[in-house]
């Protein structure tokens, strides 16, 4: 979140609306993640992270995983809520969270340097770029260059409301804002896409609406001299 959103977000996990927190692992992890370019041992990127259950899944299979969140009312509920007991101590702007092979840096993403971040192999974004306001996001694609090294492998997943009937051409084509965001410093690839009909249980009278679901691929490139 940047500045500006900072106090909404933090509001939003105060008053217990995380209705966009998933209660499982996301299937498209479990189905693709095997097939993605990564050695064992790899250490992965989770930024915007909650309380994904996604964070433990890659810990389980033998990843190292360092994630980041405003909120410390979602980084200790991911605790909790796992029966897992973590190391805590305070780096620079950071509340470093510890368990096993899994770190939660617990402060704001857009004040991360690479020196907090460390060495990063991968980065699985689940909807977090999605998740962002759109004036937000060019911003949040720019810090992430900063942070990370330049032929990082991001492993991309979006939620893209479905606002008007369109081809399933249209929706097997990749975004036009995910090229803009990141055609000049990834190779893109869209590896999977699927539209469903989905209803909002928070409003049972509103028609289902249908949402479209993205597995991008990218690598990024390096930068000339």
Not at 24 to 32: A, D, E, G
Not at 44 to 57: A, E, Q, R, T
Not at 124 to 141: F, H, N
């Amino acid at each position: 979140m940047s500045g500006r959103d900072n106090p909404l977000w933090l509001q939003f996990w105060r008053d217990r609306r995380n209705d966009f927190h998933q209660n499982k692992v996301n299937t498209l992890l479990t189905r693709f993640w095997p097939a993605f370019d990564s050695a064992p041992g790899s250490r992965v990127f989770v930024p915007l992270c909650g309380k994904s259950l996604d964070m433990l899944w890659l810990a389980n299979q033998g990843y190292e995983v360092i994630g980041v969140e405003l909120s410390p009312i979602a980084v200790k509920a991911f605790f909790r809520e796992n029966r897992l007991k973590p190391e805590r101590r305070r780096i620079g702007k950071f509340i470093v969270w510890k368990y096993e092979r899994i770190t939660i840096l617990c402060g704001d993403y857009f004040a991360l340097t690479k020196i907090d971040l460390g060495q990063v192999d991968l980065i699985y974004d689940r909807a977090a770029l999605t998740a962002l306001p759109e004036d937000i996001r060019s911003l949040y694609v720019a810090q992430l260059r900063l942070i990370v090294p330049e032929q990082v492998k991001v492993f991309l997943l979006t939620a893209e409301d479905h606002e008007e009937v369109i081809s399933f051409a249209d929706v097997s084509s990749i975004a036009a804002e995910i090229a803009v965001l990141y055609a000049n410093d990834f190779e893109i690839e869209l590896a999977y896409s699927e539209s469903i009909l989905e209803s909002d249980p928070t409003e049972p009278d509103r028609v289902a609406e249908l949402t479209d679901y993205k597995l991008y691929r990218l690598t990024g490139r390096t930068v000339a001299a």
